[in-house]
C-alpha cells in the first residue's frame, strides 16, 4: 500500500486514546503496518482460538464479541463501535483469540499485527500508559459483567441493558431481537419477553410496533439497581 | 434491504421448514407460505404481536426492535 495512504492514517489513529500521545515516528511505523478489511453484516472476523489477528481498529460500523457454548448457545460479551478497538488482550500476548467477532453491519477496520503493537510499546513509554489504562478499563467492564452475572436478576439486567444501549448509542446495537437480548444476558428469549413485559407494566417502557420506547430512564435506571444521575 | 423491510419479522429460509405453524398462528393473516417458507405478506397487517416468534419450532423467526428514549417535552 502506498505510504501516502498510510499517512492519511495517521489522524484518524490520533483519535484513539492508545494513540493520542504516542511519538509521530512510532505513529507512522504502527500506520505502515497496518491493514485495511472490510466485513459484510454476518461476516465473521475472526474466531476464537485461532492465532491472534493483532489489534482491531473499527472505523466503521458495529462489531459484536462473543463465546459459543458446547451446545452452541451465543453469549454476547461486548458490542464495539466505530473509535472502539478490540482484541487487545491476545494482540499483547500474543495467544489466540479469547472470543469471536462477527460484523453486525457493514465494517470497516485496521488490524495492526501484534509483532508491530507489541515493538511498539516496548518503545514508548505514552503508548504503555494508555494501554494499561486502557485494559484497566476493559477489567472492570470485565468484573461489572460478572457482577451482573451473579449478583443480578434478569430484570435488572434487561433494565441495565436497555439503559447502556441508549446511553452508547455508538456501541449499541441497530436492531435488537428477544435472542439477541438473551444472548448478551445469559438467559432465554421467553424470559426475556417477561421480563419486557414487567418493565412494560411498571411504565418503564412502551411497545409502539417495533419500537421500544423508553418511557420513563429513571425509573429503568433504578430497575437495573444503578444510582440515578 | 430497505430500511422499510428491517422493521417487519424477519425469517431465516435457511432455518424455516415450512410447517406452516407460524402461518396459521398469526393473528392478522400476515404471512404465508411463498415455496415452503414463510415470508411477511403483508407487512403492512402485522401488529408486532410477536406470536409467530412464539410459535415456530425452529427459532427461525425474529422481531428486531429499534430503542427509542422518549424525552419529555
Ligand atoms: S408479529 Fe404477529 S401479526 Fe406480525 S406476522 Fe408475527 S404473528 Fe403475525
Ligand atoms: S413456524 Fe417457523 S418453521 Fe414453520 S413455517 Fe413458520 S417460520 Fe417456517
Request: aromatic fraction near 6%; charged fraction near 20%.
Amino acid at each position: 500500500m502506498a505510504i501516502t495512504n498510510h499517512l492519511s492514517l495517521l489522524p484518524f489513529l490520533r483519535q484513539f486514546p492508545y494513540f493520542s500521545f504516542v511519538s509521530e515516528d512510532q505513529l507512522i511505523k504502527l500506520a505502515g503496518q497496518a491493514i485495511h478489511h472490510n466485513f459484510l453484516p454476518g461476516e465473521i472476523i475472526f474466531l476464537e482460538s485461532d492465532e491472534s489477528s493483532g489489534l482491531w481498529i473499527l472505523k466503521k460500523g458495529r462489531v459484536k464479541a462473543f463465546k459459543l457454548s458446547p451446545e452452541g448457545q451465543e453469549y454476547i460479551l461486548r458490542f464495539f463501535g466505530p473509535g472502539d478497538t478490540f482484541n487487545d488482550l491476545a494482540a499483547l500476548d500474543n495467544a489466540p483469540n479469547l472470543a469471536n467477532a462477527m460484523a453486525i453491519t457493514q465494517v470497516e477496520a485496521w488490524v495492526i499485527p501484534s509483532d508491530a503493537f507489541v515493538a511498539a510499546l516496548q518503545e514508548d513509554h505514552e503508548l504503555c500508559l494508555a494501554v494499561i489504562h486502557g485494559l484497566t478499563g476493559r477489567m472492570r467492564n470485565l468484573v461489572d459483567r460478572l457482577e451482573d452475572l451473579a449478583l443480578r436478576p434478569v430484570i435488572a439486567r434487561l433494565a441495565k441493558f436497555l439503559v447502556e444501549q441508549v446511553e452508547n448509542p455508538a456501541s449499541a446495537h441497530p436492531a435488537i431481537t428477544r435472542a439477541l437480548i438473551a444472548s448478551h444476558l445469559a438467559t432465554t428469549p421467553e424470559t426475556i419477553s417477561r421480563s419486557l413485559r414487567t418493565l412494560e407494566k411498571a411504565g418503564a417502557i412502551r411497545f409502539d410496533r417495533h419500537r421500544i420506547m423508553i418511557t420513563d430512564l429513571g425509573l429503568l435506571r433504578h430497575q437495573a439497581q444503578l444510582d440515578p444521575n | 434491504m430497505t430500511e422499510d423491510e428491517t422493521w417487519n419479522p424477519q425469517i431465516d429460509p435457511d432455518i424455516c421448514t415450512g410447517c406452516g405453524e407460524c402461518v396459521i398462528a398469526c393473528p392478522t393473516d400476515a404471512l404465508e407460505l411463498v415455496d415452503d417458507v414463510a415470508a411477511v405478506r403483508e407487512p403492512d397487517a402485522c401488529n408486532y404481536c410477536g406470536v409467530c416468534e412464539e410459535v415456530c419450532p425452529e427459532g427461525a423467526i425474529s422481531l428486531p426492535y429499534q430503542l427509542v428514549l422518549v424525552v419529555d417535552g
